[in-house]
């Protein structure tokens, strides 16, 4: 397996694509390209995340950066250091949702945001330039721990403007949480504890062995599922390694799907800015602006409608959307993979954000989870994958462009999207793995599946 280069860091299989020597050149080209200034790390727990971390320390270091070093959390909690400790940049050691055997690095602008398409250019051609001169032994940079800041990332849940944690507080619901041994063992149930929830911990050692694929896709959650039955919780809550992902669990101990994560959240967050507006302003405002990914579910577009809300959609990958959002003032959005962005916090995909917007939602809503769900508009959604193997996945994707050129709307800005009257599929080659993922949505799961199967043969015929 090759390392993987793209939009999202730099990520492979440790020991093999994944190196000491790859660390070493992307750290230090990070170094020189943030001129050598103040960095942030932290690391989501995965078992080589120690090692990994300390060559990323010593390499910044030597370059002459001072390295502020969170330990093990969540990457939006780096995102939140380096926006509030006005650093240079940072570097989040995470390989996400990949395996236990992978490991990689994503890179922050000073903004708190991933580097863009340019700047990644940019820094990708100084990583492949020669060699970079370290500092001198009097002009190393300085180590400076800080592994409480995690509390302040809490703080910040608990102030949100459209939070009354007095409310959930006096519901006390009973929450089982899978932190999959991960960066969210710690500060995940301390959050839910600073909102009065009940918790119940599983797979929250903070070991980094993961007890099962760690990607919080239904088919990895069984036994979250089972354990929300038999706790008789309110909720289940399943996150990632580096907890920028949030999968909800009803009552019945059944997922909600990734992309209600994002729905509900949004739903709202609009439903309390409406209000407020109304209470506010004699003077019609602009619409409320929402920006969702390609492959974010079309529930999101009929629930903005209801609040005369406008929705932009982006190419797949969190920069692309919370750029959008900074740039036209979006007040809420996120990715349909259980990503949620609310600029209130930071703008950065950030499940500890939607465990309070949830708890809140849910405490003002009065029911349970699954009936809050039912009230929203009902997609299903199929995902599906094929290896590229020897396919040219540009190539392939431009002749089933060809072939639906008329049976819908298309676009290209991000692999190939066809948005049908009640249905859409959206094919793209992934940022993460050497494959095609293709995402089809539609009223009913048997349609949504045949959607899926249809562009699975089409990709293997191509």
């Not at 949702?97 to 990689?104: L, R, V, Y």
Request: hydrophobic residues 40%.
């Amino acid at each position: 397996m090759s390392l993987m280069v793209s939009i999202s860091g730099i990520r492979g299989v440790v020991g093999a694509s994944f190196t000491p020597e790859v660390v070493v050149k992307y750290a230090s080209a990070f170094g020189e390209y943030c001129g050598r200034g103040a960095i942030v790390i932290g690391r989501d727990g995965r078992i080589t995340g120690r090692t990994v971390g300390n060559i990323v320390a010593s390499t910044l270091l030597q370059m002459g950066c001072d390295v502020i070093a969170l330990g093990i959390c969540p990457t939006p909690t780096v995102q939140l250091a380096v926006e509030k400790k006005k650093t240079t940049g940072g570097i989040s050691i995470t390989a996400s949702h990949n395996p236990i055997e992978w490991n990689g690095l994503k890179f922050l602008a000073p903004t708190g945001l991933f580097l863009d398409a340019d700047e990644n250019r940019q820094f990708w051609a100084l990583a492949e330039s020669r060699p970079r001169p370290y500092a001198p032994w009097n002009e190393q940079g300085r180590h400076m721990p800080d592994p409480e800041f995690i509390d302040e990332h809490v703080r910040g849940v608990l102030s949100l403007p459209y939070v009354n944690a007095q409310l959930v507080r006096a519901r006390r619901p009973k929450v089982v949480v899978d932190c999959v041994n991960a960066s969210g063992s710690v500060i995940v149930p301390r959050l839910l504890r600073e909102f009065g929830c009940e918790v119940v911990e599983t797979n929250c050692d903070s070991s980094g062995v993961f007890p099962h694929m760690p990607e919080p896709v239904p088919e990895n959650l069984s036994d979250l599922c089972q354990v929300v039955r038999q706790e008789r919780a309110d909720l289940g809550i399943a996150v990632d390694p580096d907890v920028d992902r949030l999968v909800l669990i009803d009552q019945n101990g059944k997922p909600l799907g990734e992309e209600y994560t994002v729905a509900s959240v949004i739903r709202f967050v609009l439903e309390k800015e409406s209000s407020r507006r109304s209470n506010s302003s004699p003077q019609p405002p602009d619409p409320l602006k929402v920006v969702v990914n390609l492959s974010t579910t079309r529930a999101v577009d009929d629930i903005a409608g209801h609040y005369a809300a406008e929705v932009v959609r982006t190419a797949v990958g969190e920069i692309n959307v919370a750029k959008k959002m900074k740039e036209i003032g979006a007040i809420v959005g996120g990715e349909g993979n259980g990503g949620v962005i609310l600029p209130a916090c930071h703008i950065g995909r950030d499940a500890l954000v939607g465990i309070g917007l949830t708890l809140q939602h849910l405490a003002e809503f009065g029911g349970t989870m699954s009936e809050l769900k039912n009230t929203l508009p009902q997609y299903m959604i199929t995902k599906a994958k094929v290896e590229l193997g020897t396919l040219n996945a540009d190539v392939v994707l431009s002749r089933i462009a060809d072939r639906f050129s008329s049976a819908g709307e298309l676009t290209t800005i991000d692999g190939l999207k066809i948005d049908l009257p009640d249905s859409w599929v959206h094919l793209r080659k992934s940022n993460t793995e050497p494959i095609i993922r293709i995402i089809a949505e539609a009223a009913t799961k048997q349609k949504a599946d045949l959607l899926a199967g249809q562009f699975t043969e089409e990709v293997l015929r191509s």
